[in-house]
Every structure is written in C-alpha cells, then in structure tokens.
C-alpha cells in the first residue's frame, strides 16, 4: 500500500530557531500534499496544501512566512517552522495524494516541542 | 460553516460488544465522508469512505458507515468490537478538491 514517512518523529527546539520536517511518499508519486496541525484532544487543522513545483496555498489564519513550505518533488515535501516559539509546540502530520481529490495517505506525524 | 462534530469524546465498550461512533456534519455541497483510525506512532488509516451511491458502506477490519443525508450524519459501526480496535476514530468531510475537515475524534477504550 502507498506509504508516507515524516522526519523526525519528535523534535526539541530552542525558542528562536528553526525546524524543518520532512514528509516523503515512498512508493508513489504525490501530487498534492497536505500539512496539518493536531493539538491535544483537537482535530487535525489543515495548514496548507502543496502542489509539486507550485507555491503551497495556505489555509485562513496560518502565517506563510512562519510556516514555509516547500514541495520540490514528486515525493518530497517540507515544512520549515521558522523562528519557533512555544506556541508553535504540536503534532505536525502530512499527507500525500497521487492526484487532486484522490484519496489522502498519512503520515505518522511529528511531534514539535520548543522550549 | 463546514464542520464535523464527534459528540462523543471517549468511548468504553467490552470486547465482544457493538459499536457505534457518532458523526454529523455541516457542509455547503455534496459530502465526500471518511472515517480513520489513529493509532499511537502510526498514521491515520482510512476505515470507510463514502462518495456517492449505497449509503451503506463498508470498510476494512469489519466496520461500516451509514451515511443519512436527513440527519447530516455518517455514524460508524461494527457489531463486534476486538481488543485491537482500541484507538482514536476521526470522521472527515471533504470535497472533490481533496481538502478535508476533521472532528475531534472519539477516543475508543475496549474492556477485556
């Protein structure tokens, strides 16, 4: 079956610096990928969608200077938490789709902590 | 607004039992609807989903939806619940775009 990886699995940052996770398909080529947020207890909050080689579109609220995205190829997606802040602390999960309104593959999420 | 409501927060049920995990939703067009599963250190995995035709679904390890425009709902069920089925439960609605809204998910315990 398709499959989608995150990397790290956890981080622990310092207030002020930046994180970037990584999200890749391993066994197909994705298209679309999608990055949310889960808080505790909380649904997961769709952040942004990306498009292979396109500008990631951005949903109402998420700041796209903080939250850089970037979907350079078919299989690879990042999400770069710029200048973090203990707010920023949450479980971060992408997603990966072969093609537009096709079915989501998730990945195992990331779990950001800034101190 | 589009939304998903998971009214139920945390579920308990014996092994053996039935299960049923509540779901409506409000969303201006036609609905695509999902369940998943999160289990700790995984990804969330697709159970169900639900796009057009039969209202009644069915999905993998033993569980189905029903899907009841009236009530704006899509309730999930399986008749007989197993030990490994302990997990967070999360009810989606979509469109043909693929962005999704999800609940807040149903945290299901299952007694021995």
């Known amino acids: 079956g398709a499959v989608v990886s995150q990397h790290p699995s956890w981080v622990i940052c310092k207030s002020g610096t930046s994180v970037k996770i990584e999200c890749r398909s391993l066994?197909?080529?994705?298209?679309?990928m999608f990055w949310y947020r889960q808080f505790p207890k909380q649904s997961l909050m769709l952040m942004a969608t990306?498009?292979?080689?396109?500008?990631?579109?951005?949903e109402q609220g998420v700041e796209k200077d903080k939250f850089l995205i970037n979907h350079a190829s078919l299989t690879l997606s990042t999400l770069t938490v710029t200048s973090a802040h203990p707010e920023d602390s949450s479980f971060y999960i992408c997603?990966?789709?072969?093609?537009?309104?096709?079915?989501?593959?998730f990945g195992p999420g990331t779990r950001l902590t800034v101190t | 607004a589009q939304s998903v409501t998971q009214p139920d927060i945390h579920i308990t049920v014996s092994e053996g039992a039935s299960l049923e995990l509540r779901c409506n939703y409000s969303?201006?067009?036609?609905?695509?609807l999902f369940w998943y599963v999160q289990s700790p250190g995984q990804g969330l995995q697709l159970l169900l989903k639900?796009?057009?035709?039969?209202?009644l679904v069915q999905g993998i390890k033993g569980f189905e939806a029903e899907f009841k425009r009236s009530q704006s709902s899509f309730n999930l069920r399986k008749p007989s619940v197993h030990w490994s089925d302990a997990a967070e439960y999360f009810c989606?609605?979509?469109?043909?775009?693929?962005?999704?809204?999800f609940g807040k998910g149903t945290k299901l315990s299952v007694k021995p």
């Open positions: 997603s990966a789709s072969a093609r537009t309104g096709g079915e989501q593959y």
């Open positions: 066994d197909f080529q994705a298209t679309t």
């Open positions: 990306s498009n292979e080689g396109s500008k990631a579109t951005y």
């Open positions: 969303y201006g067009a036609t609905p695509y």
């Open positions: 639900y796009f057009s035709g039969d209202t």
């Open positions: 989606a609605v979509g469109g043909s775009q693929g962005n999704l809204i």
